[in-house]
């Protein structure tokens, strides 16, 4: 599974890469995520619970962060196991790019999964993983919002639009971590970036 979007964010480039490299807040915007912790240098284990069709199972698993260009650019490796359920495993890109309005987070996401959950169907598999991606990027922006109103203000005030628009492609951890553990919904991760 292949998935690649853009979001555009109120907040500078630096902002959006100290929140992307947080694990509480990734762990936070991550839908189902309840663990994200340091295990090693830019190394973090995840657990996760997800329900992609009829199939609904706690995974666990490991991402590290690599190729890190400070505050522009990395890459995800991410590798999760649900048991009978399957497992999930692949790389994210993410590039955040500074621009007027704030800055662009970019991905593009390769990821693999196996076991029932490939059994559904890829149609099923990238719903889910595109519904987890646009949940995270919500919670995201949330989460800056909440974070950095005054960004989020002044975006409004020029543009007279509300907060950023829905991501285009997918996913995101997806991260985003995730992203499904980034591959089984995202991506259990996003998304850091």
């Known amino acids: 599974m292949d998935m690649q979007g853009n979001r555009q964010l109120a907040i500078t480039q630096q902002q959006a890469w100290e929140a992307l490299n947080d694990p509480a807040v990734i762990q936070s915007c991550i839908p189902g ?4 912790e340091a ?10 619970a997800l329900k992609i069709g009829p199939i609904a199972a706690r995974f666990t698993g490991k991402i590290s962060l690599n190729d890190i260009v400070v505050p522009s650019s990395y890459t995800i490796a991410f590798d999760g196991q649900g048991g009978v359920a399957g497992f999930g495993k692949g ?3 993410i ?3 500074a621009n007027p309005q704030g800055c662009e987070l970019g991905y593009l996401v390769h990821a693999s999964v196996g076991g029932k959950v490939a059994q559904l169907g890829q149609r099923l598999i990238d719903g889910a993983a595109k519904s987890m991606a646009e949940d995270f990027f919500k919670r995201f922006d949330e989460a800056m919002q909440k974070k950095y ?3 989020y203000a002044a975006r409004v ?5 509300p907060a950023p628009s829905a991501a285009s492609g997918l996913p995101a951890w ?3 971590a ?6 089984i919904g995202f991506w259990v991760l996003r998304s850091f970036g």
């Open 91 to 93: 790389t994210a890109q």
């Open 157 to 161: 005030a020029a543009s007279e639009t």
């Open 33 to 36: 995520c309840d663990k994200m």
């Open 95 to 97: 590039k955040l790019l």
């Open 178 to 183: 995730g992203l499904i553990v980034l591959g």
């Open 39 to 48: 295990s090693g240098e830019n190394q973090y284990a995840v657990a996760l």
């Open 149 to 151: 109103p005054q960004a």
């Open 174 to 176: 997806i991260w985003i």
